[in-house]
């Protein structure tokens, strides 16, 4: 049978009815825009600290329709930014004690979703990285080495024997692993928030765009909210917005998910601690192994659209289906002929300078939270956490955190930015070919386009 196609995600079994719109003008005292993992920990830290504030998040479509809807489910420390970058401008010690809290909030979100009874599929199973050629060793001894160096204390180099007792991905030739890390089923987790905090005293209106912004209110066709504070969480569709068209590039991501697994397949896979599994190459594959027994495998196959267009309601073409049905068969040769049930897309906001930012303007009580690189489903709750000690004035180690009012620079207008994406991810498709013939290093190619973008 043909794979389903977009329809959101596979982590959508039904798409939910949405909740109501905005029924006309109203008050808050904040307004949050976007009701995916950014809005709604806001609101839910943010009703926790005063449960008198009157909080009410404007959603477009319904909570989930973004990212955090359609996500691989890696609950990971991985640093939704430029550690080498944020060190220069604020030092080293800034960085770790960002990145230890980025490793403290993935215990955070298993105890609030635990707290809450919100039942994400959460199997805290650590995460393998494996390298299936000797460059991609070379990045991943690196990699191990530069975490400890940021004070991610847990991550350990295995030999490909102990990391094929995990998962017996093909021609491995090293992996590392690191405990810190959790698979999630993500639209489990944003619907339970967006319930969790419906419950808690917040007003969320779905099928509400809002179309512009400004100091104490947010417009949408239905009303105006009039609030002192206006908190834009919209990622990867931010540049959908007035003004914002060039702020972060809407970078596409696509998955697949397959048919549950035969338990002889499994049998040959191993794959029994439920790591999220990735690899080294530079086109990446990101995988988990989910709660119902598929693998869901997502990749970087169209990265980004002429003119910072989105999908549609997650619509992925064939081509990407097949290419990622390539990668899976190809690291686990064992899947062959396991038939693909679904195949999606979607955004994550990359800033110019590859760093995310949170932040609040105290004249105009507009703040934001986003740039995440594709790195948001825990960052998400470290923002959250951030703007809500924004917002209360309270001055705290997260509001002391580098990436607190970072600012870089806007992408270049198009065509330039189409040209340079693109050429950007040719390079780096030259570079893997490169590799797999063996090279022992990085290819030349993949350094330059590094050099480039500063990608981390
Ligand atoms: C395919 C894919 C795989 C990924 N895998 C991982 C992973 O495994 N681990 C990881 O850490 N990260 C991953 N990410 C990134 C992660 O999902 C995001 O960083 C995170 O979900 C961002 O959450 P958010 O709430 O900021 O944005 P979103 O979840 O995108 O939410 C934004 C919301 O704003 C709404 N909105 C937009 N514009 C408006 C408007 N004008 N008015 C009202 N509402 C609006 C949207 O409808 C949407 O619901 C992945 C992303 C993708 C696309």
């Not at 009703?47 to 477009?60: C, F, G, N």
């Not at 998962?167 to 590392?176: A, E, K, N, P, T």
């Not at 191993?270 to 990735?278: D, I, K, N, S, V």
Request: hydrophobic share 40%.
């Amino acid at each position: 049978m043909a794979p389903a196609i977009g329809a959101v995600s596979h982590w959508f079994e039904n798409l939910p009815i949405p909740r109501p719109a905005l029924p006309g003008d109203r008050d808050a005292d904040v307004c949050i825009i976007g009701a995916g993992y950014t809005g709604l920990w806001t609101a839910y830290y943010l009703t926790k600290a005063d449960p008198s504030l009157r909080i009410t998040v404007l959603e477009a479509r319904f909570a989930g329709f973004g990212a955090s809807g359609r996500n691989g489910g890696w609950l990971s420390g991985l640093p939704p930014g430029h550690r080498g970058l944020l060190a220069e401008q604020h030092g080293r010690d800034a960085v770790i004690a960002w990145q230890r809290l980025l490793e403290e909030s993935v215990d955070e979100v298993i105890a609030v979703a635990a707290a809450e009874g919100i039942d994400a599929d959460i199997l805290k199973g650590g995460n393998l990285e494996v390298a299936r050629t000797p460059a991609q060793a070379g990045r991943l001894r690196a990699e191990v080495e530069q975490d400890r160096s940021w004070g991610v204390d847990g991550a350990e180099i295995l030999s490909a024997a102990e990391a094929a007792e995990r998962v017996r991905v093909d021609s491995l030739v090293l992996g590392s692993f690191n405990p810190q890390c959790a698979r999630i089923q993500p639209a489990k987790l944003v619907r339970g928030l967006a319930d969790t905090v419906e419950r808690l005293g917040v007003s969320i209106y779905e099928q509400t765009p809002v179309t512009a912004i400004a100091a104490g209110r947010a417009e949408t066709p239905l009303g105006v909210l009039r609030a002192p504070v206006i908190l834009r969480a919209t990622e990867g569709f931010t540049a959908r917005m007035r003004g914002l068209r060039r702020r972060w590039l809407p970078m596409n991501s696509a998955m697949i998910a397959t048919d549950p697994l035969p338990p002889r397949v499994w049998d040959a896979i191993g794959w029994a601690g439920c790591e999220t599994l990735g690899d080294l190459a530079h086109g990446f594959f990101y995988a988990q192994r989910t709660a119902d027994g598929r693998i869901a495998l997502g990749g970087r196959a169209v990265p980004y659209r002429y003119g910072s267009r989105v999908d549609r309601d997650g619509a992925v073409g064939q081509a990407t289906v097949d290419y990622l049905t390539g990668v899976l068969n190809t690291a686990l040769p064992q899947t062959r002929g396991v038939p693909v049930a679904h195949g999606w897309c979607g955004v994550l906001a990359v800033p110019r300078d590859w760093t995310a930012t949170v932040r609040l303007d105290p004249v105009t009580g507009i703040g934001e939270a986003g740039g995440y690189v594709g790195h948001g489903v825990t960052a998400t709750n470290l923002a959250g956490r951030t703007l809500t000690d924004l917002v209360l004035k309270r001055s705290t180690a997260l509001t002391a955190l580098p990436w607190v009012d970072h600012r870089c620079k806007t992408w270049e207008p198009e065509p330039l930015r189409w040209l340079g994406v693109r050429g950007l991810y040719t390079a780096y498709q030259v570079a893997d070919r490169h590799e797999a013939s063996g090279r022992s290093s990085t290819s030349p190619v993949a350094r330059l386009a590094d050099r480039i973008t500063r990608r981390p």
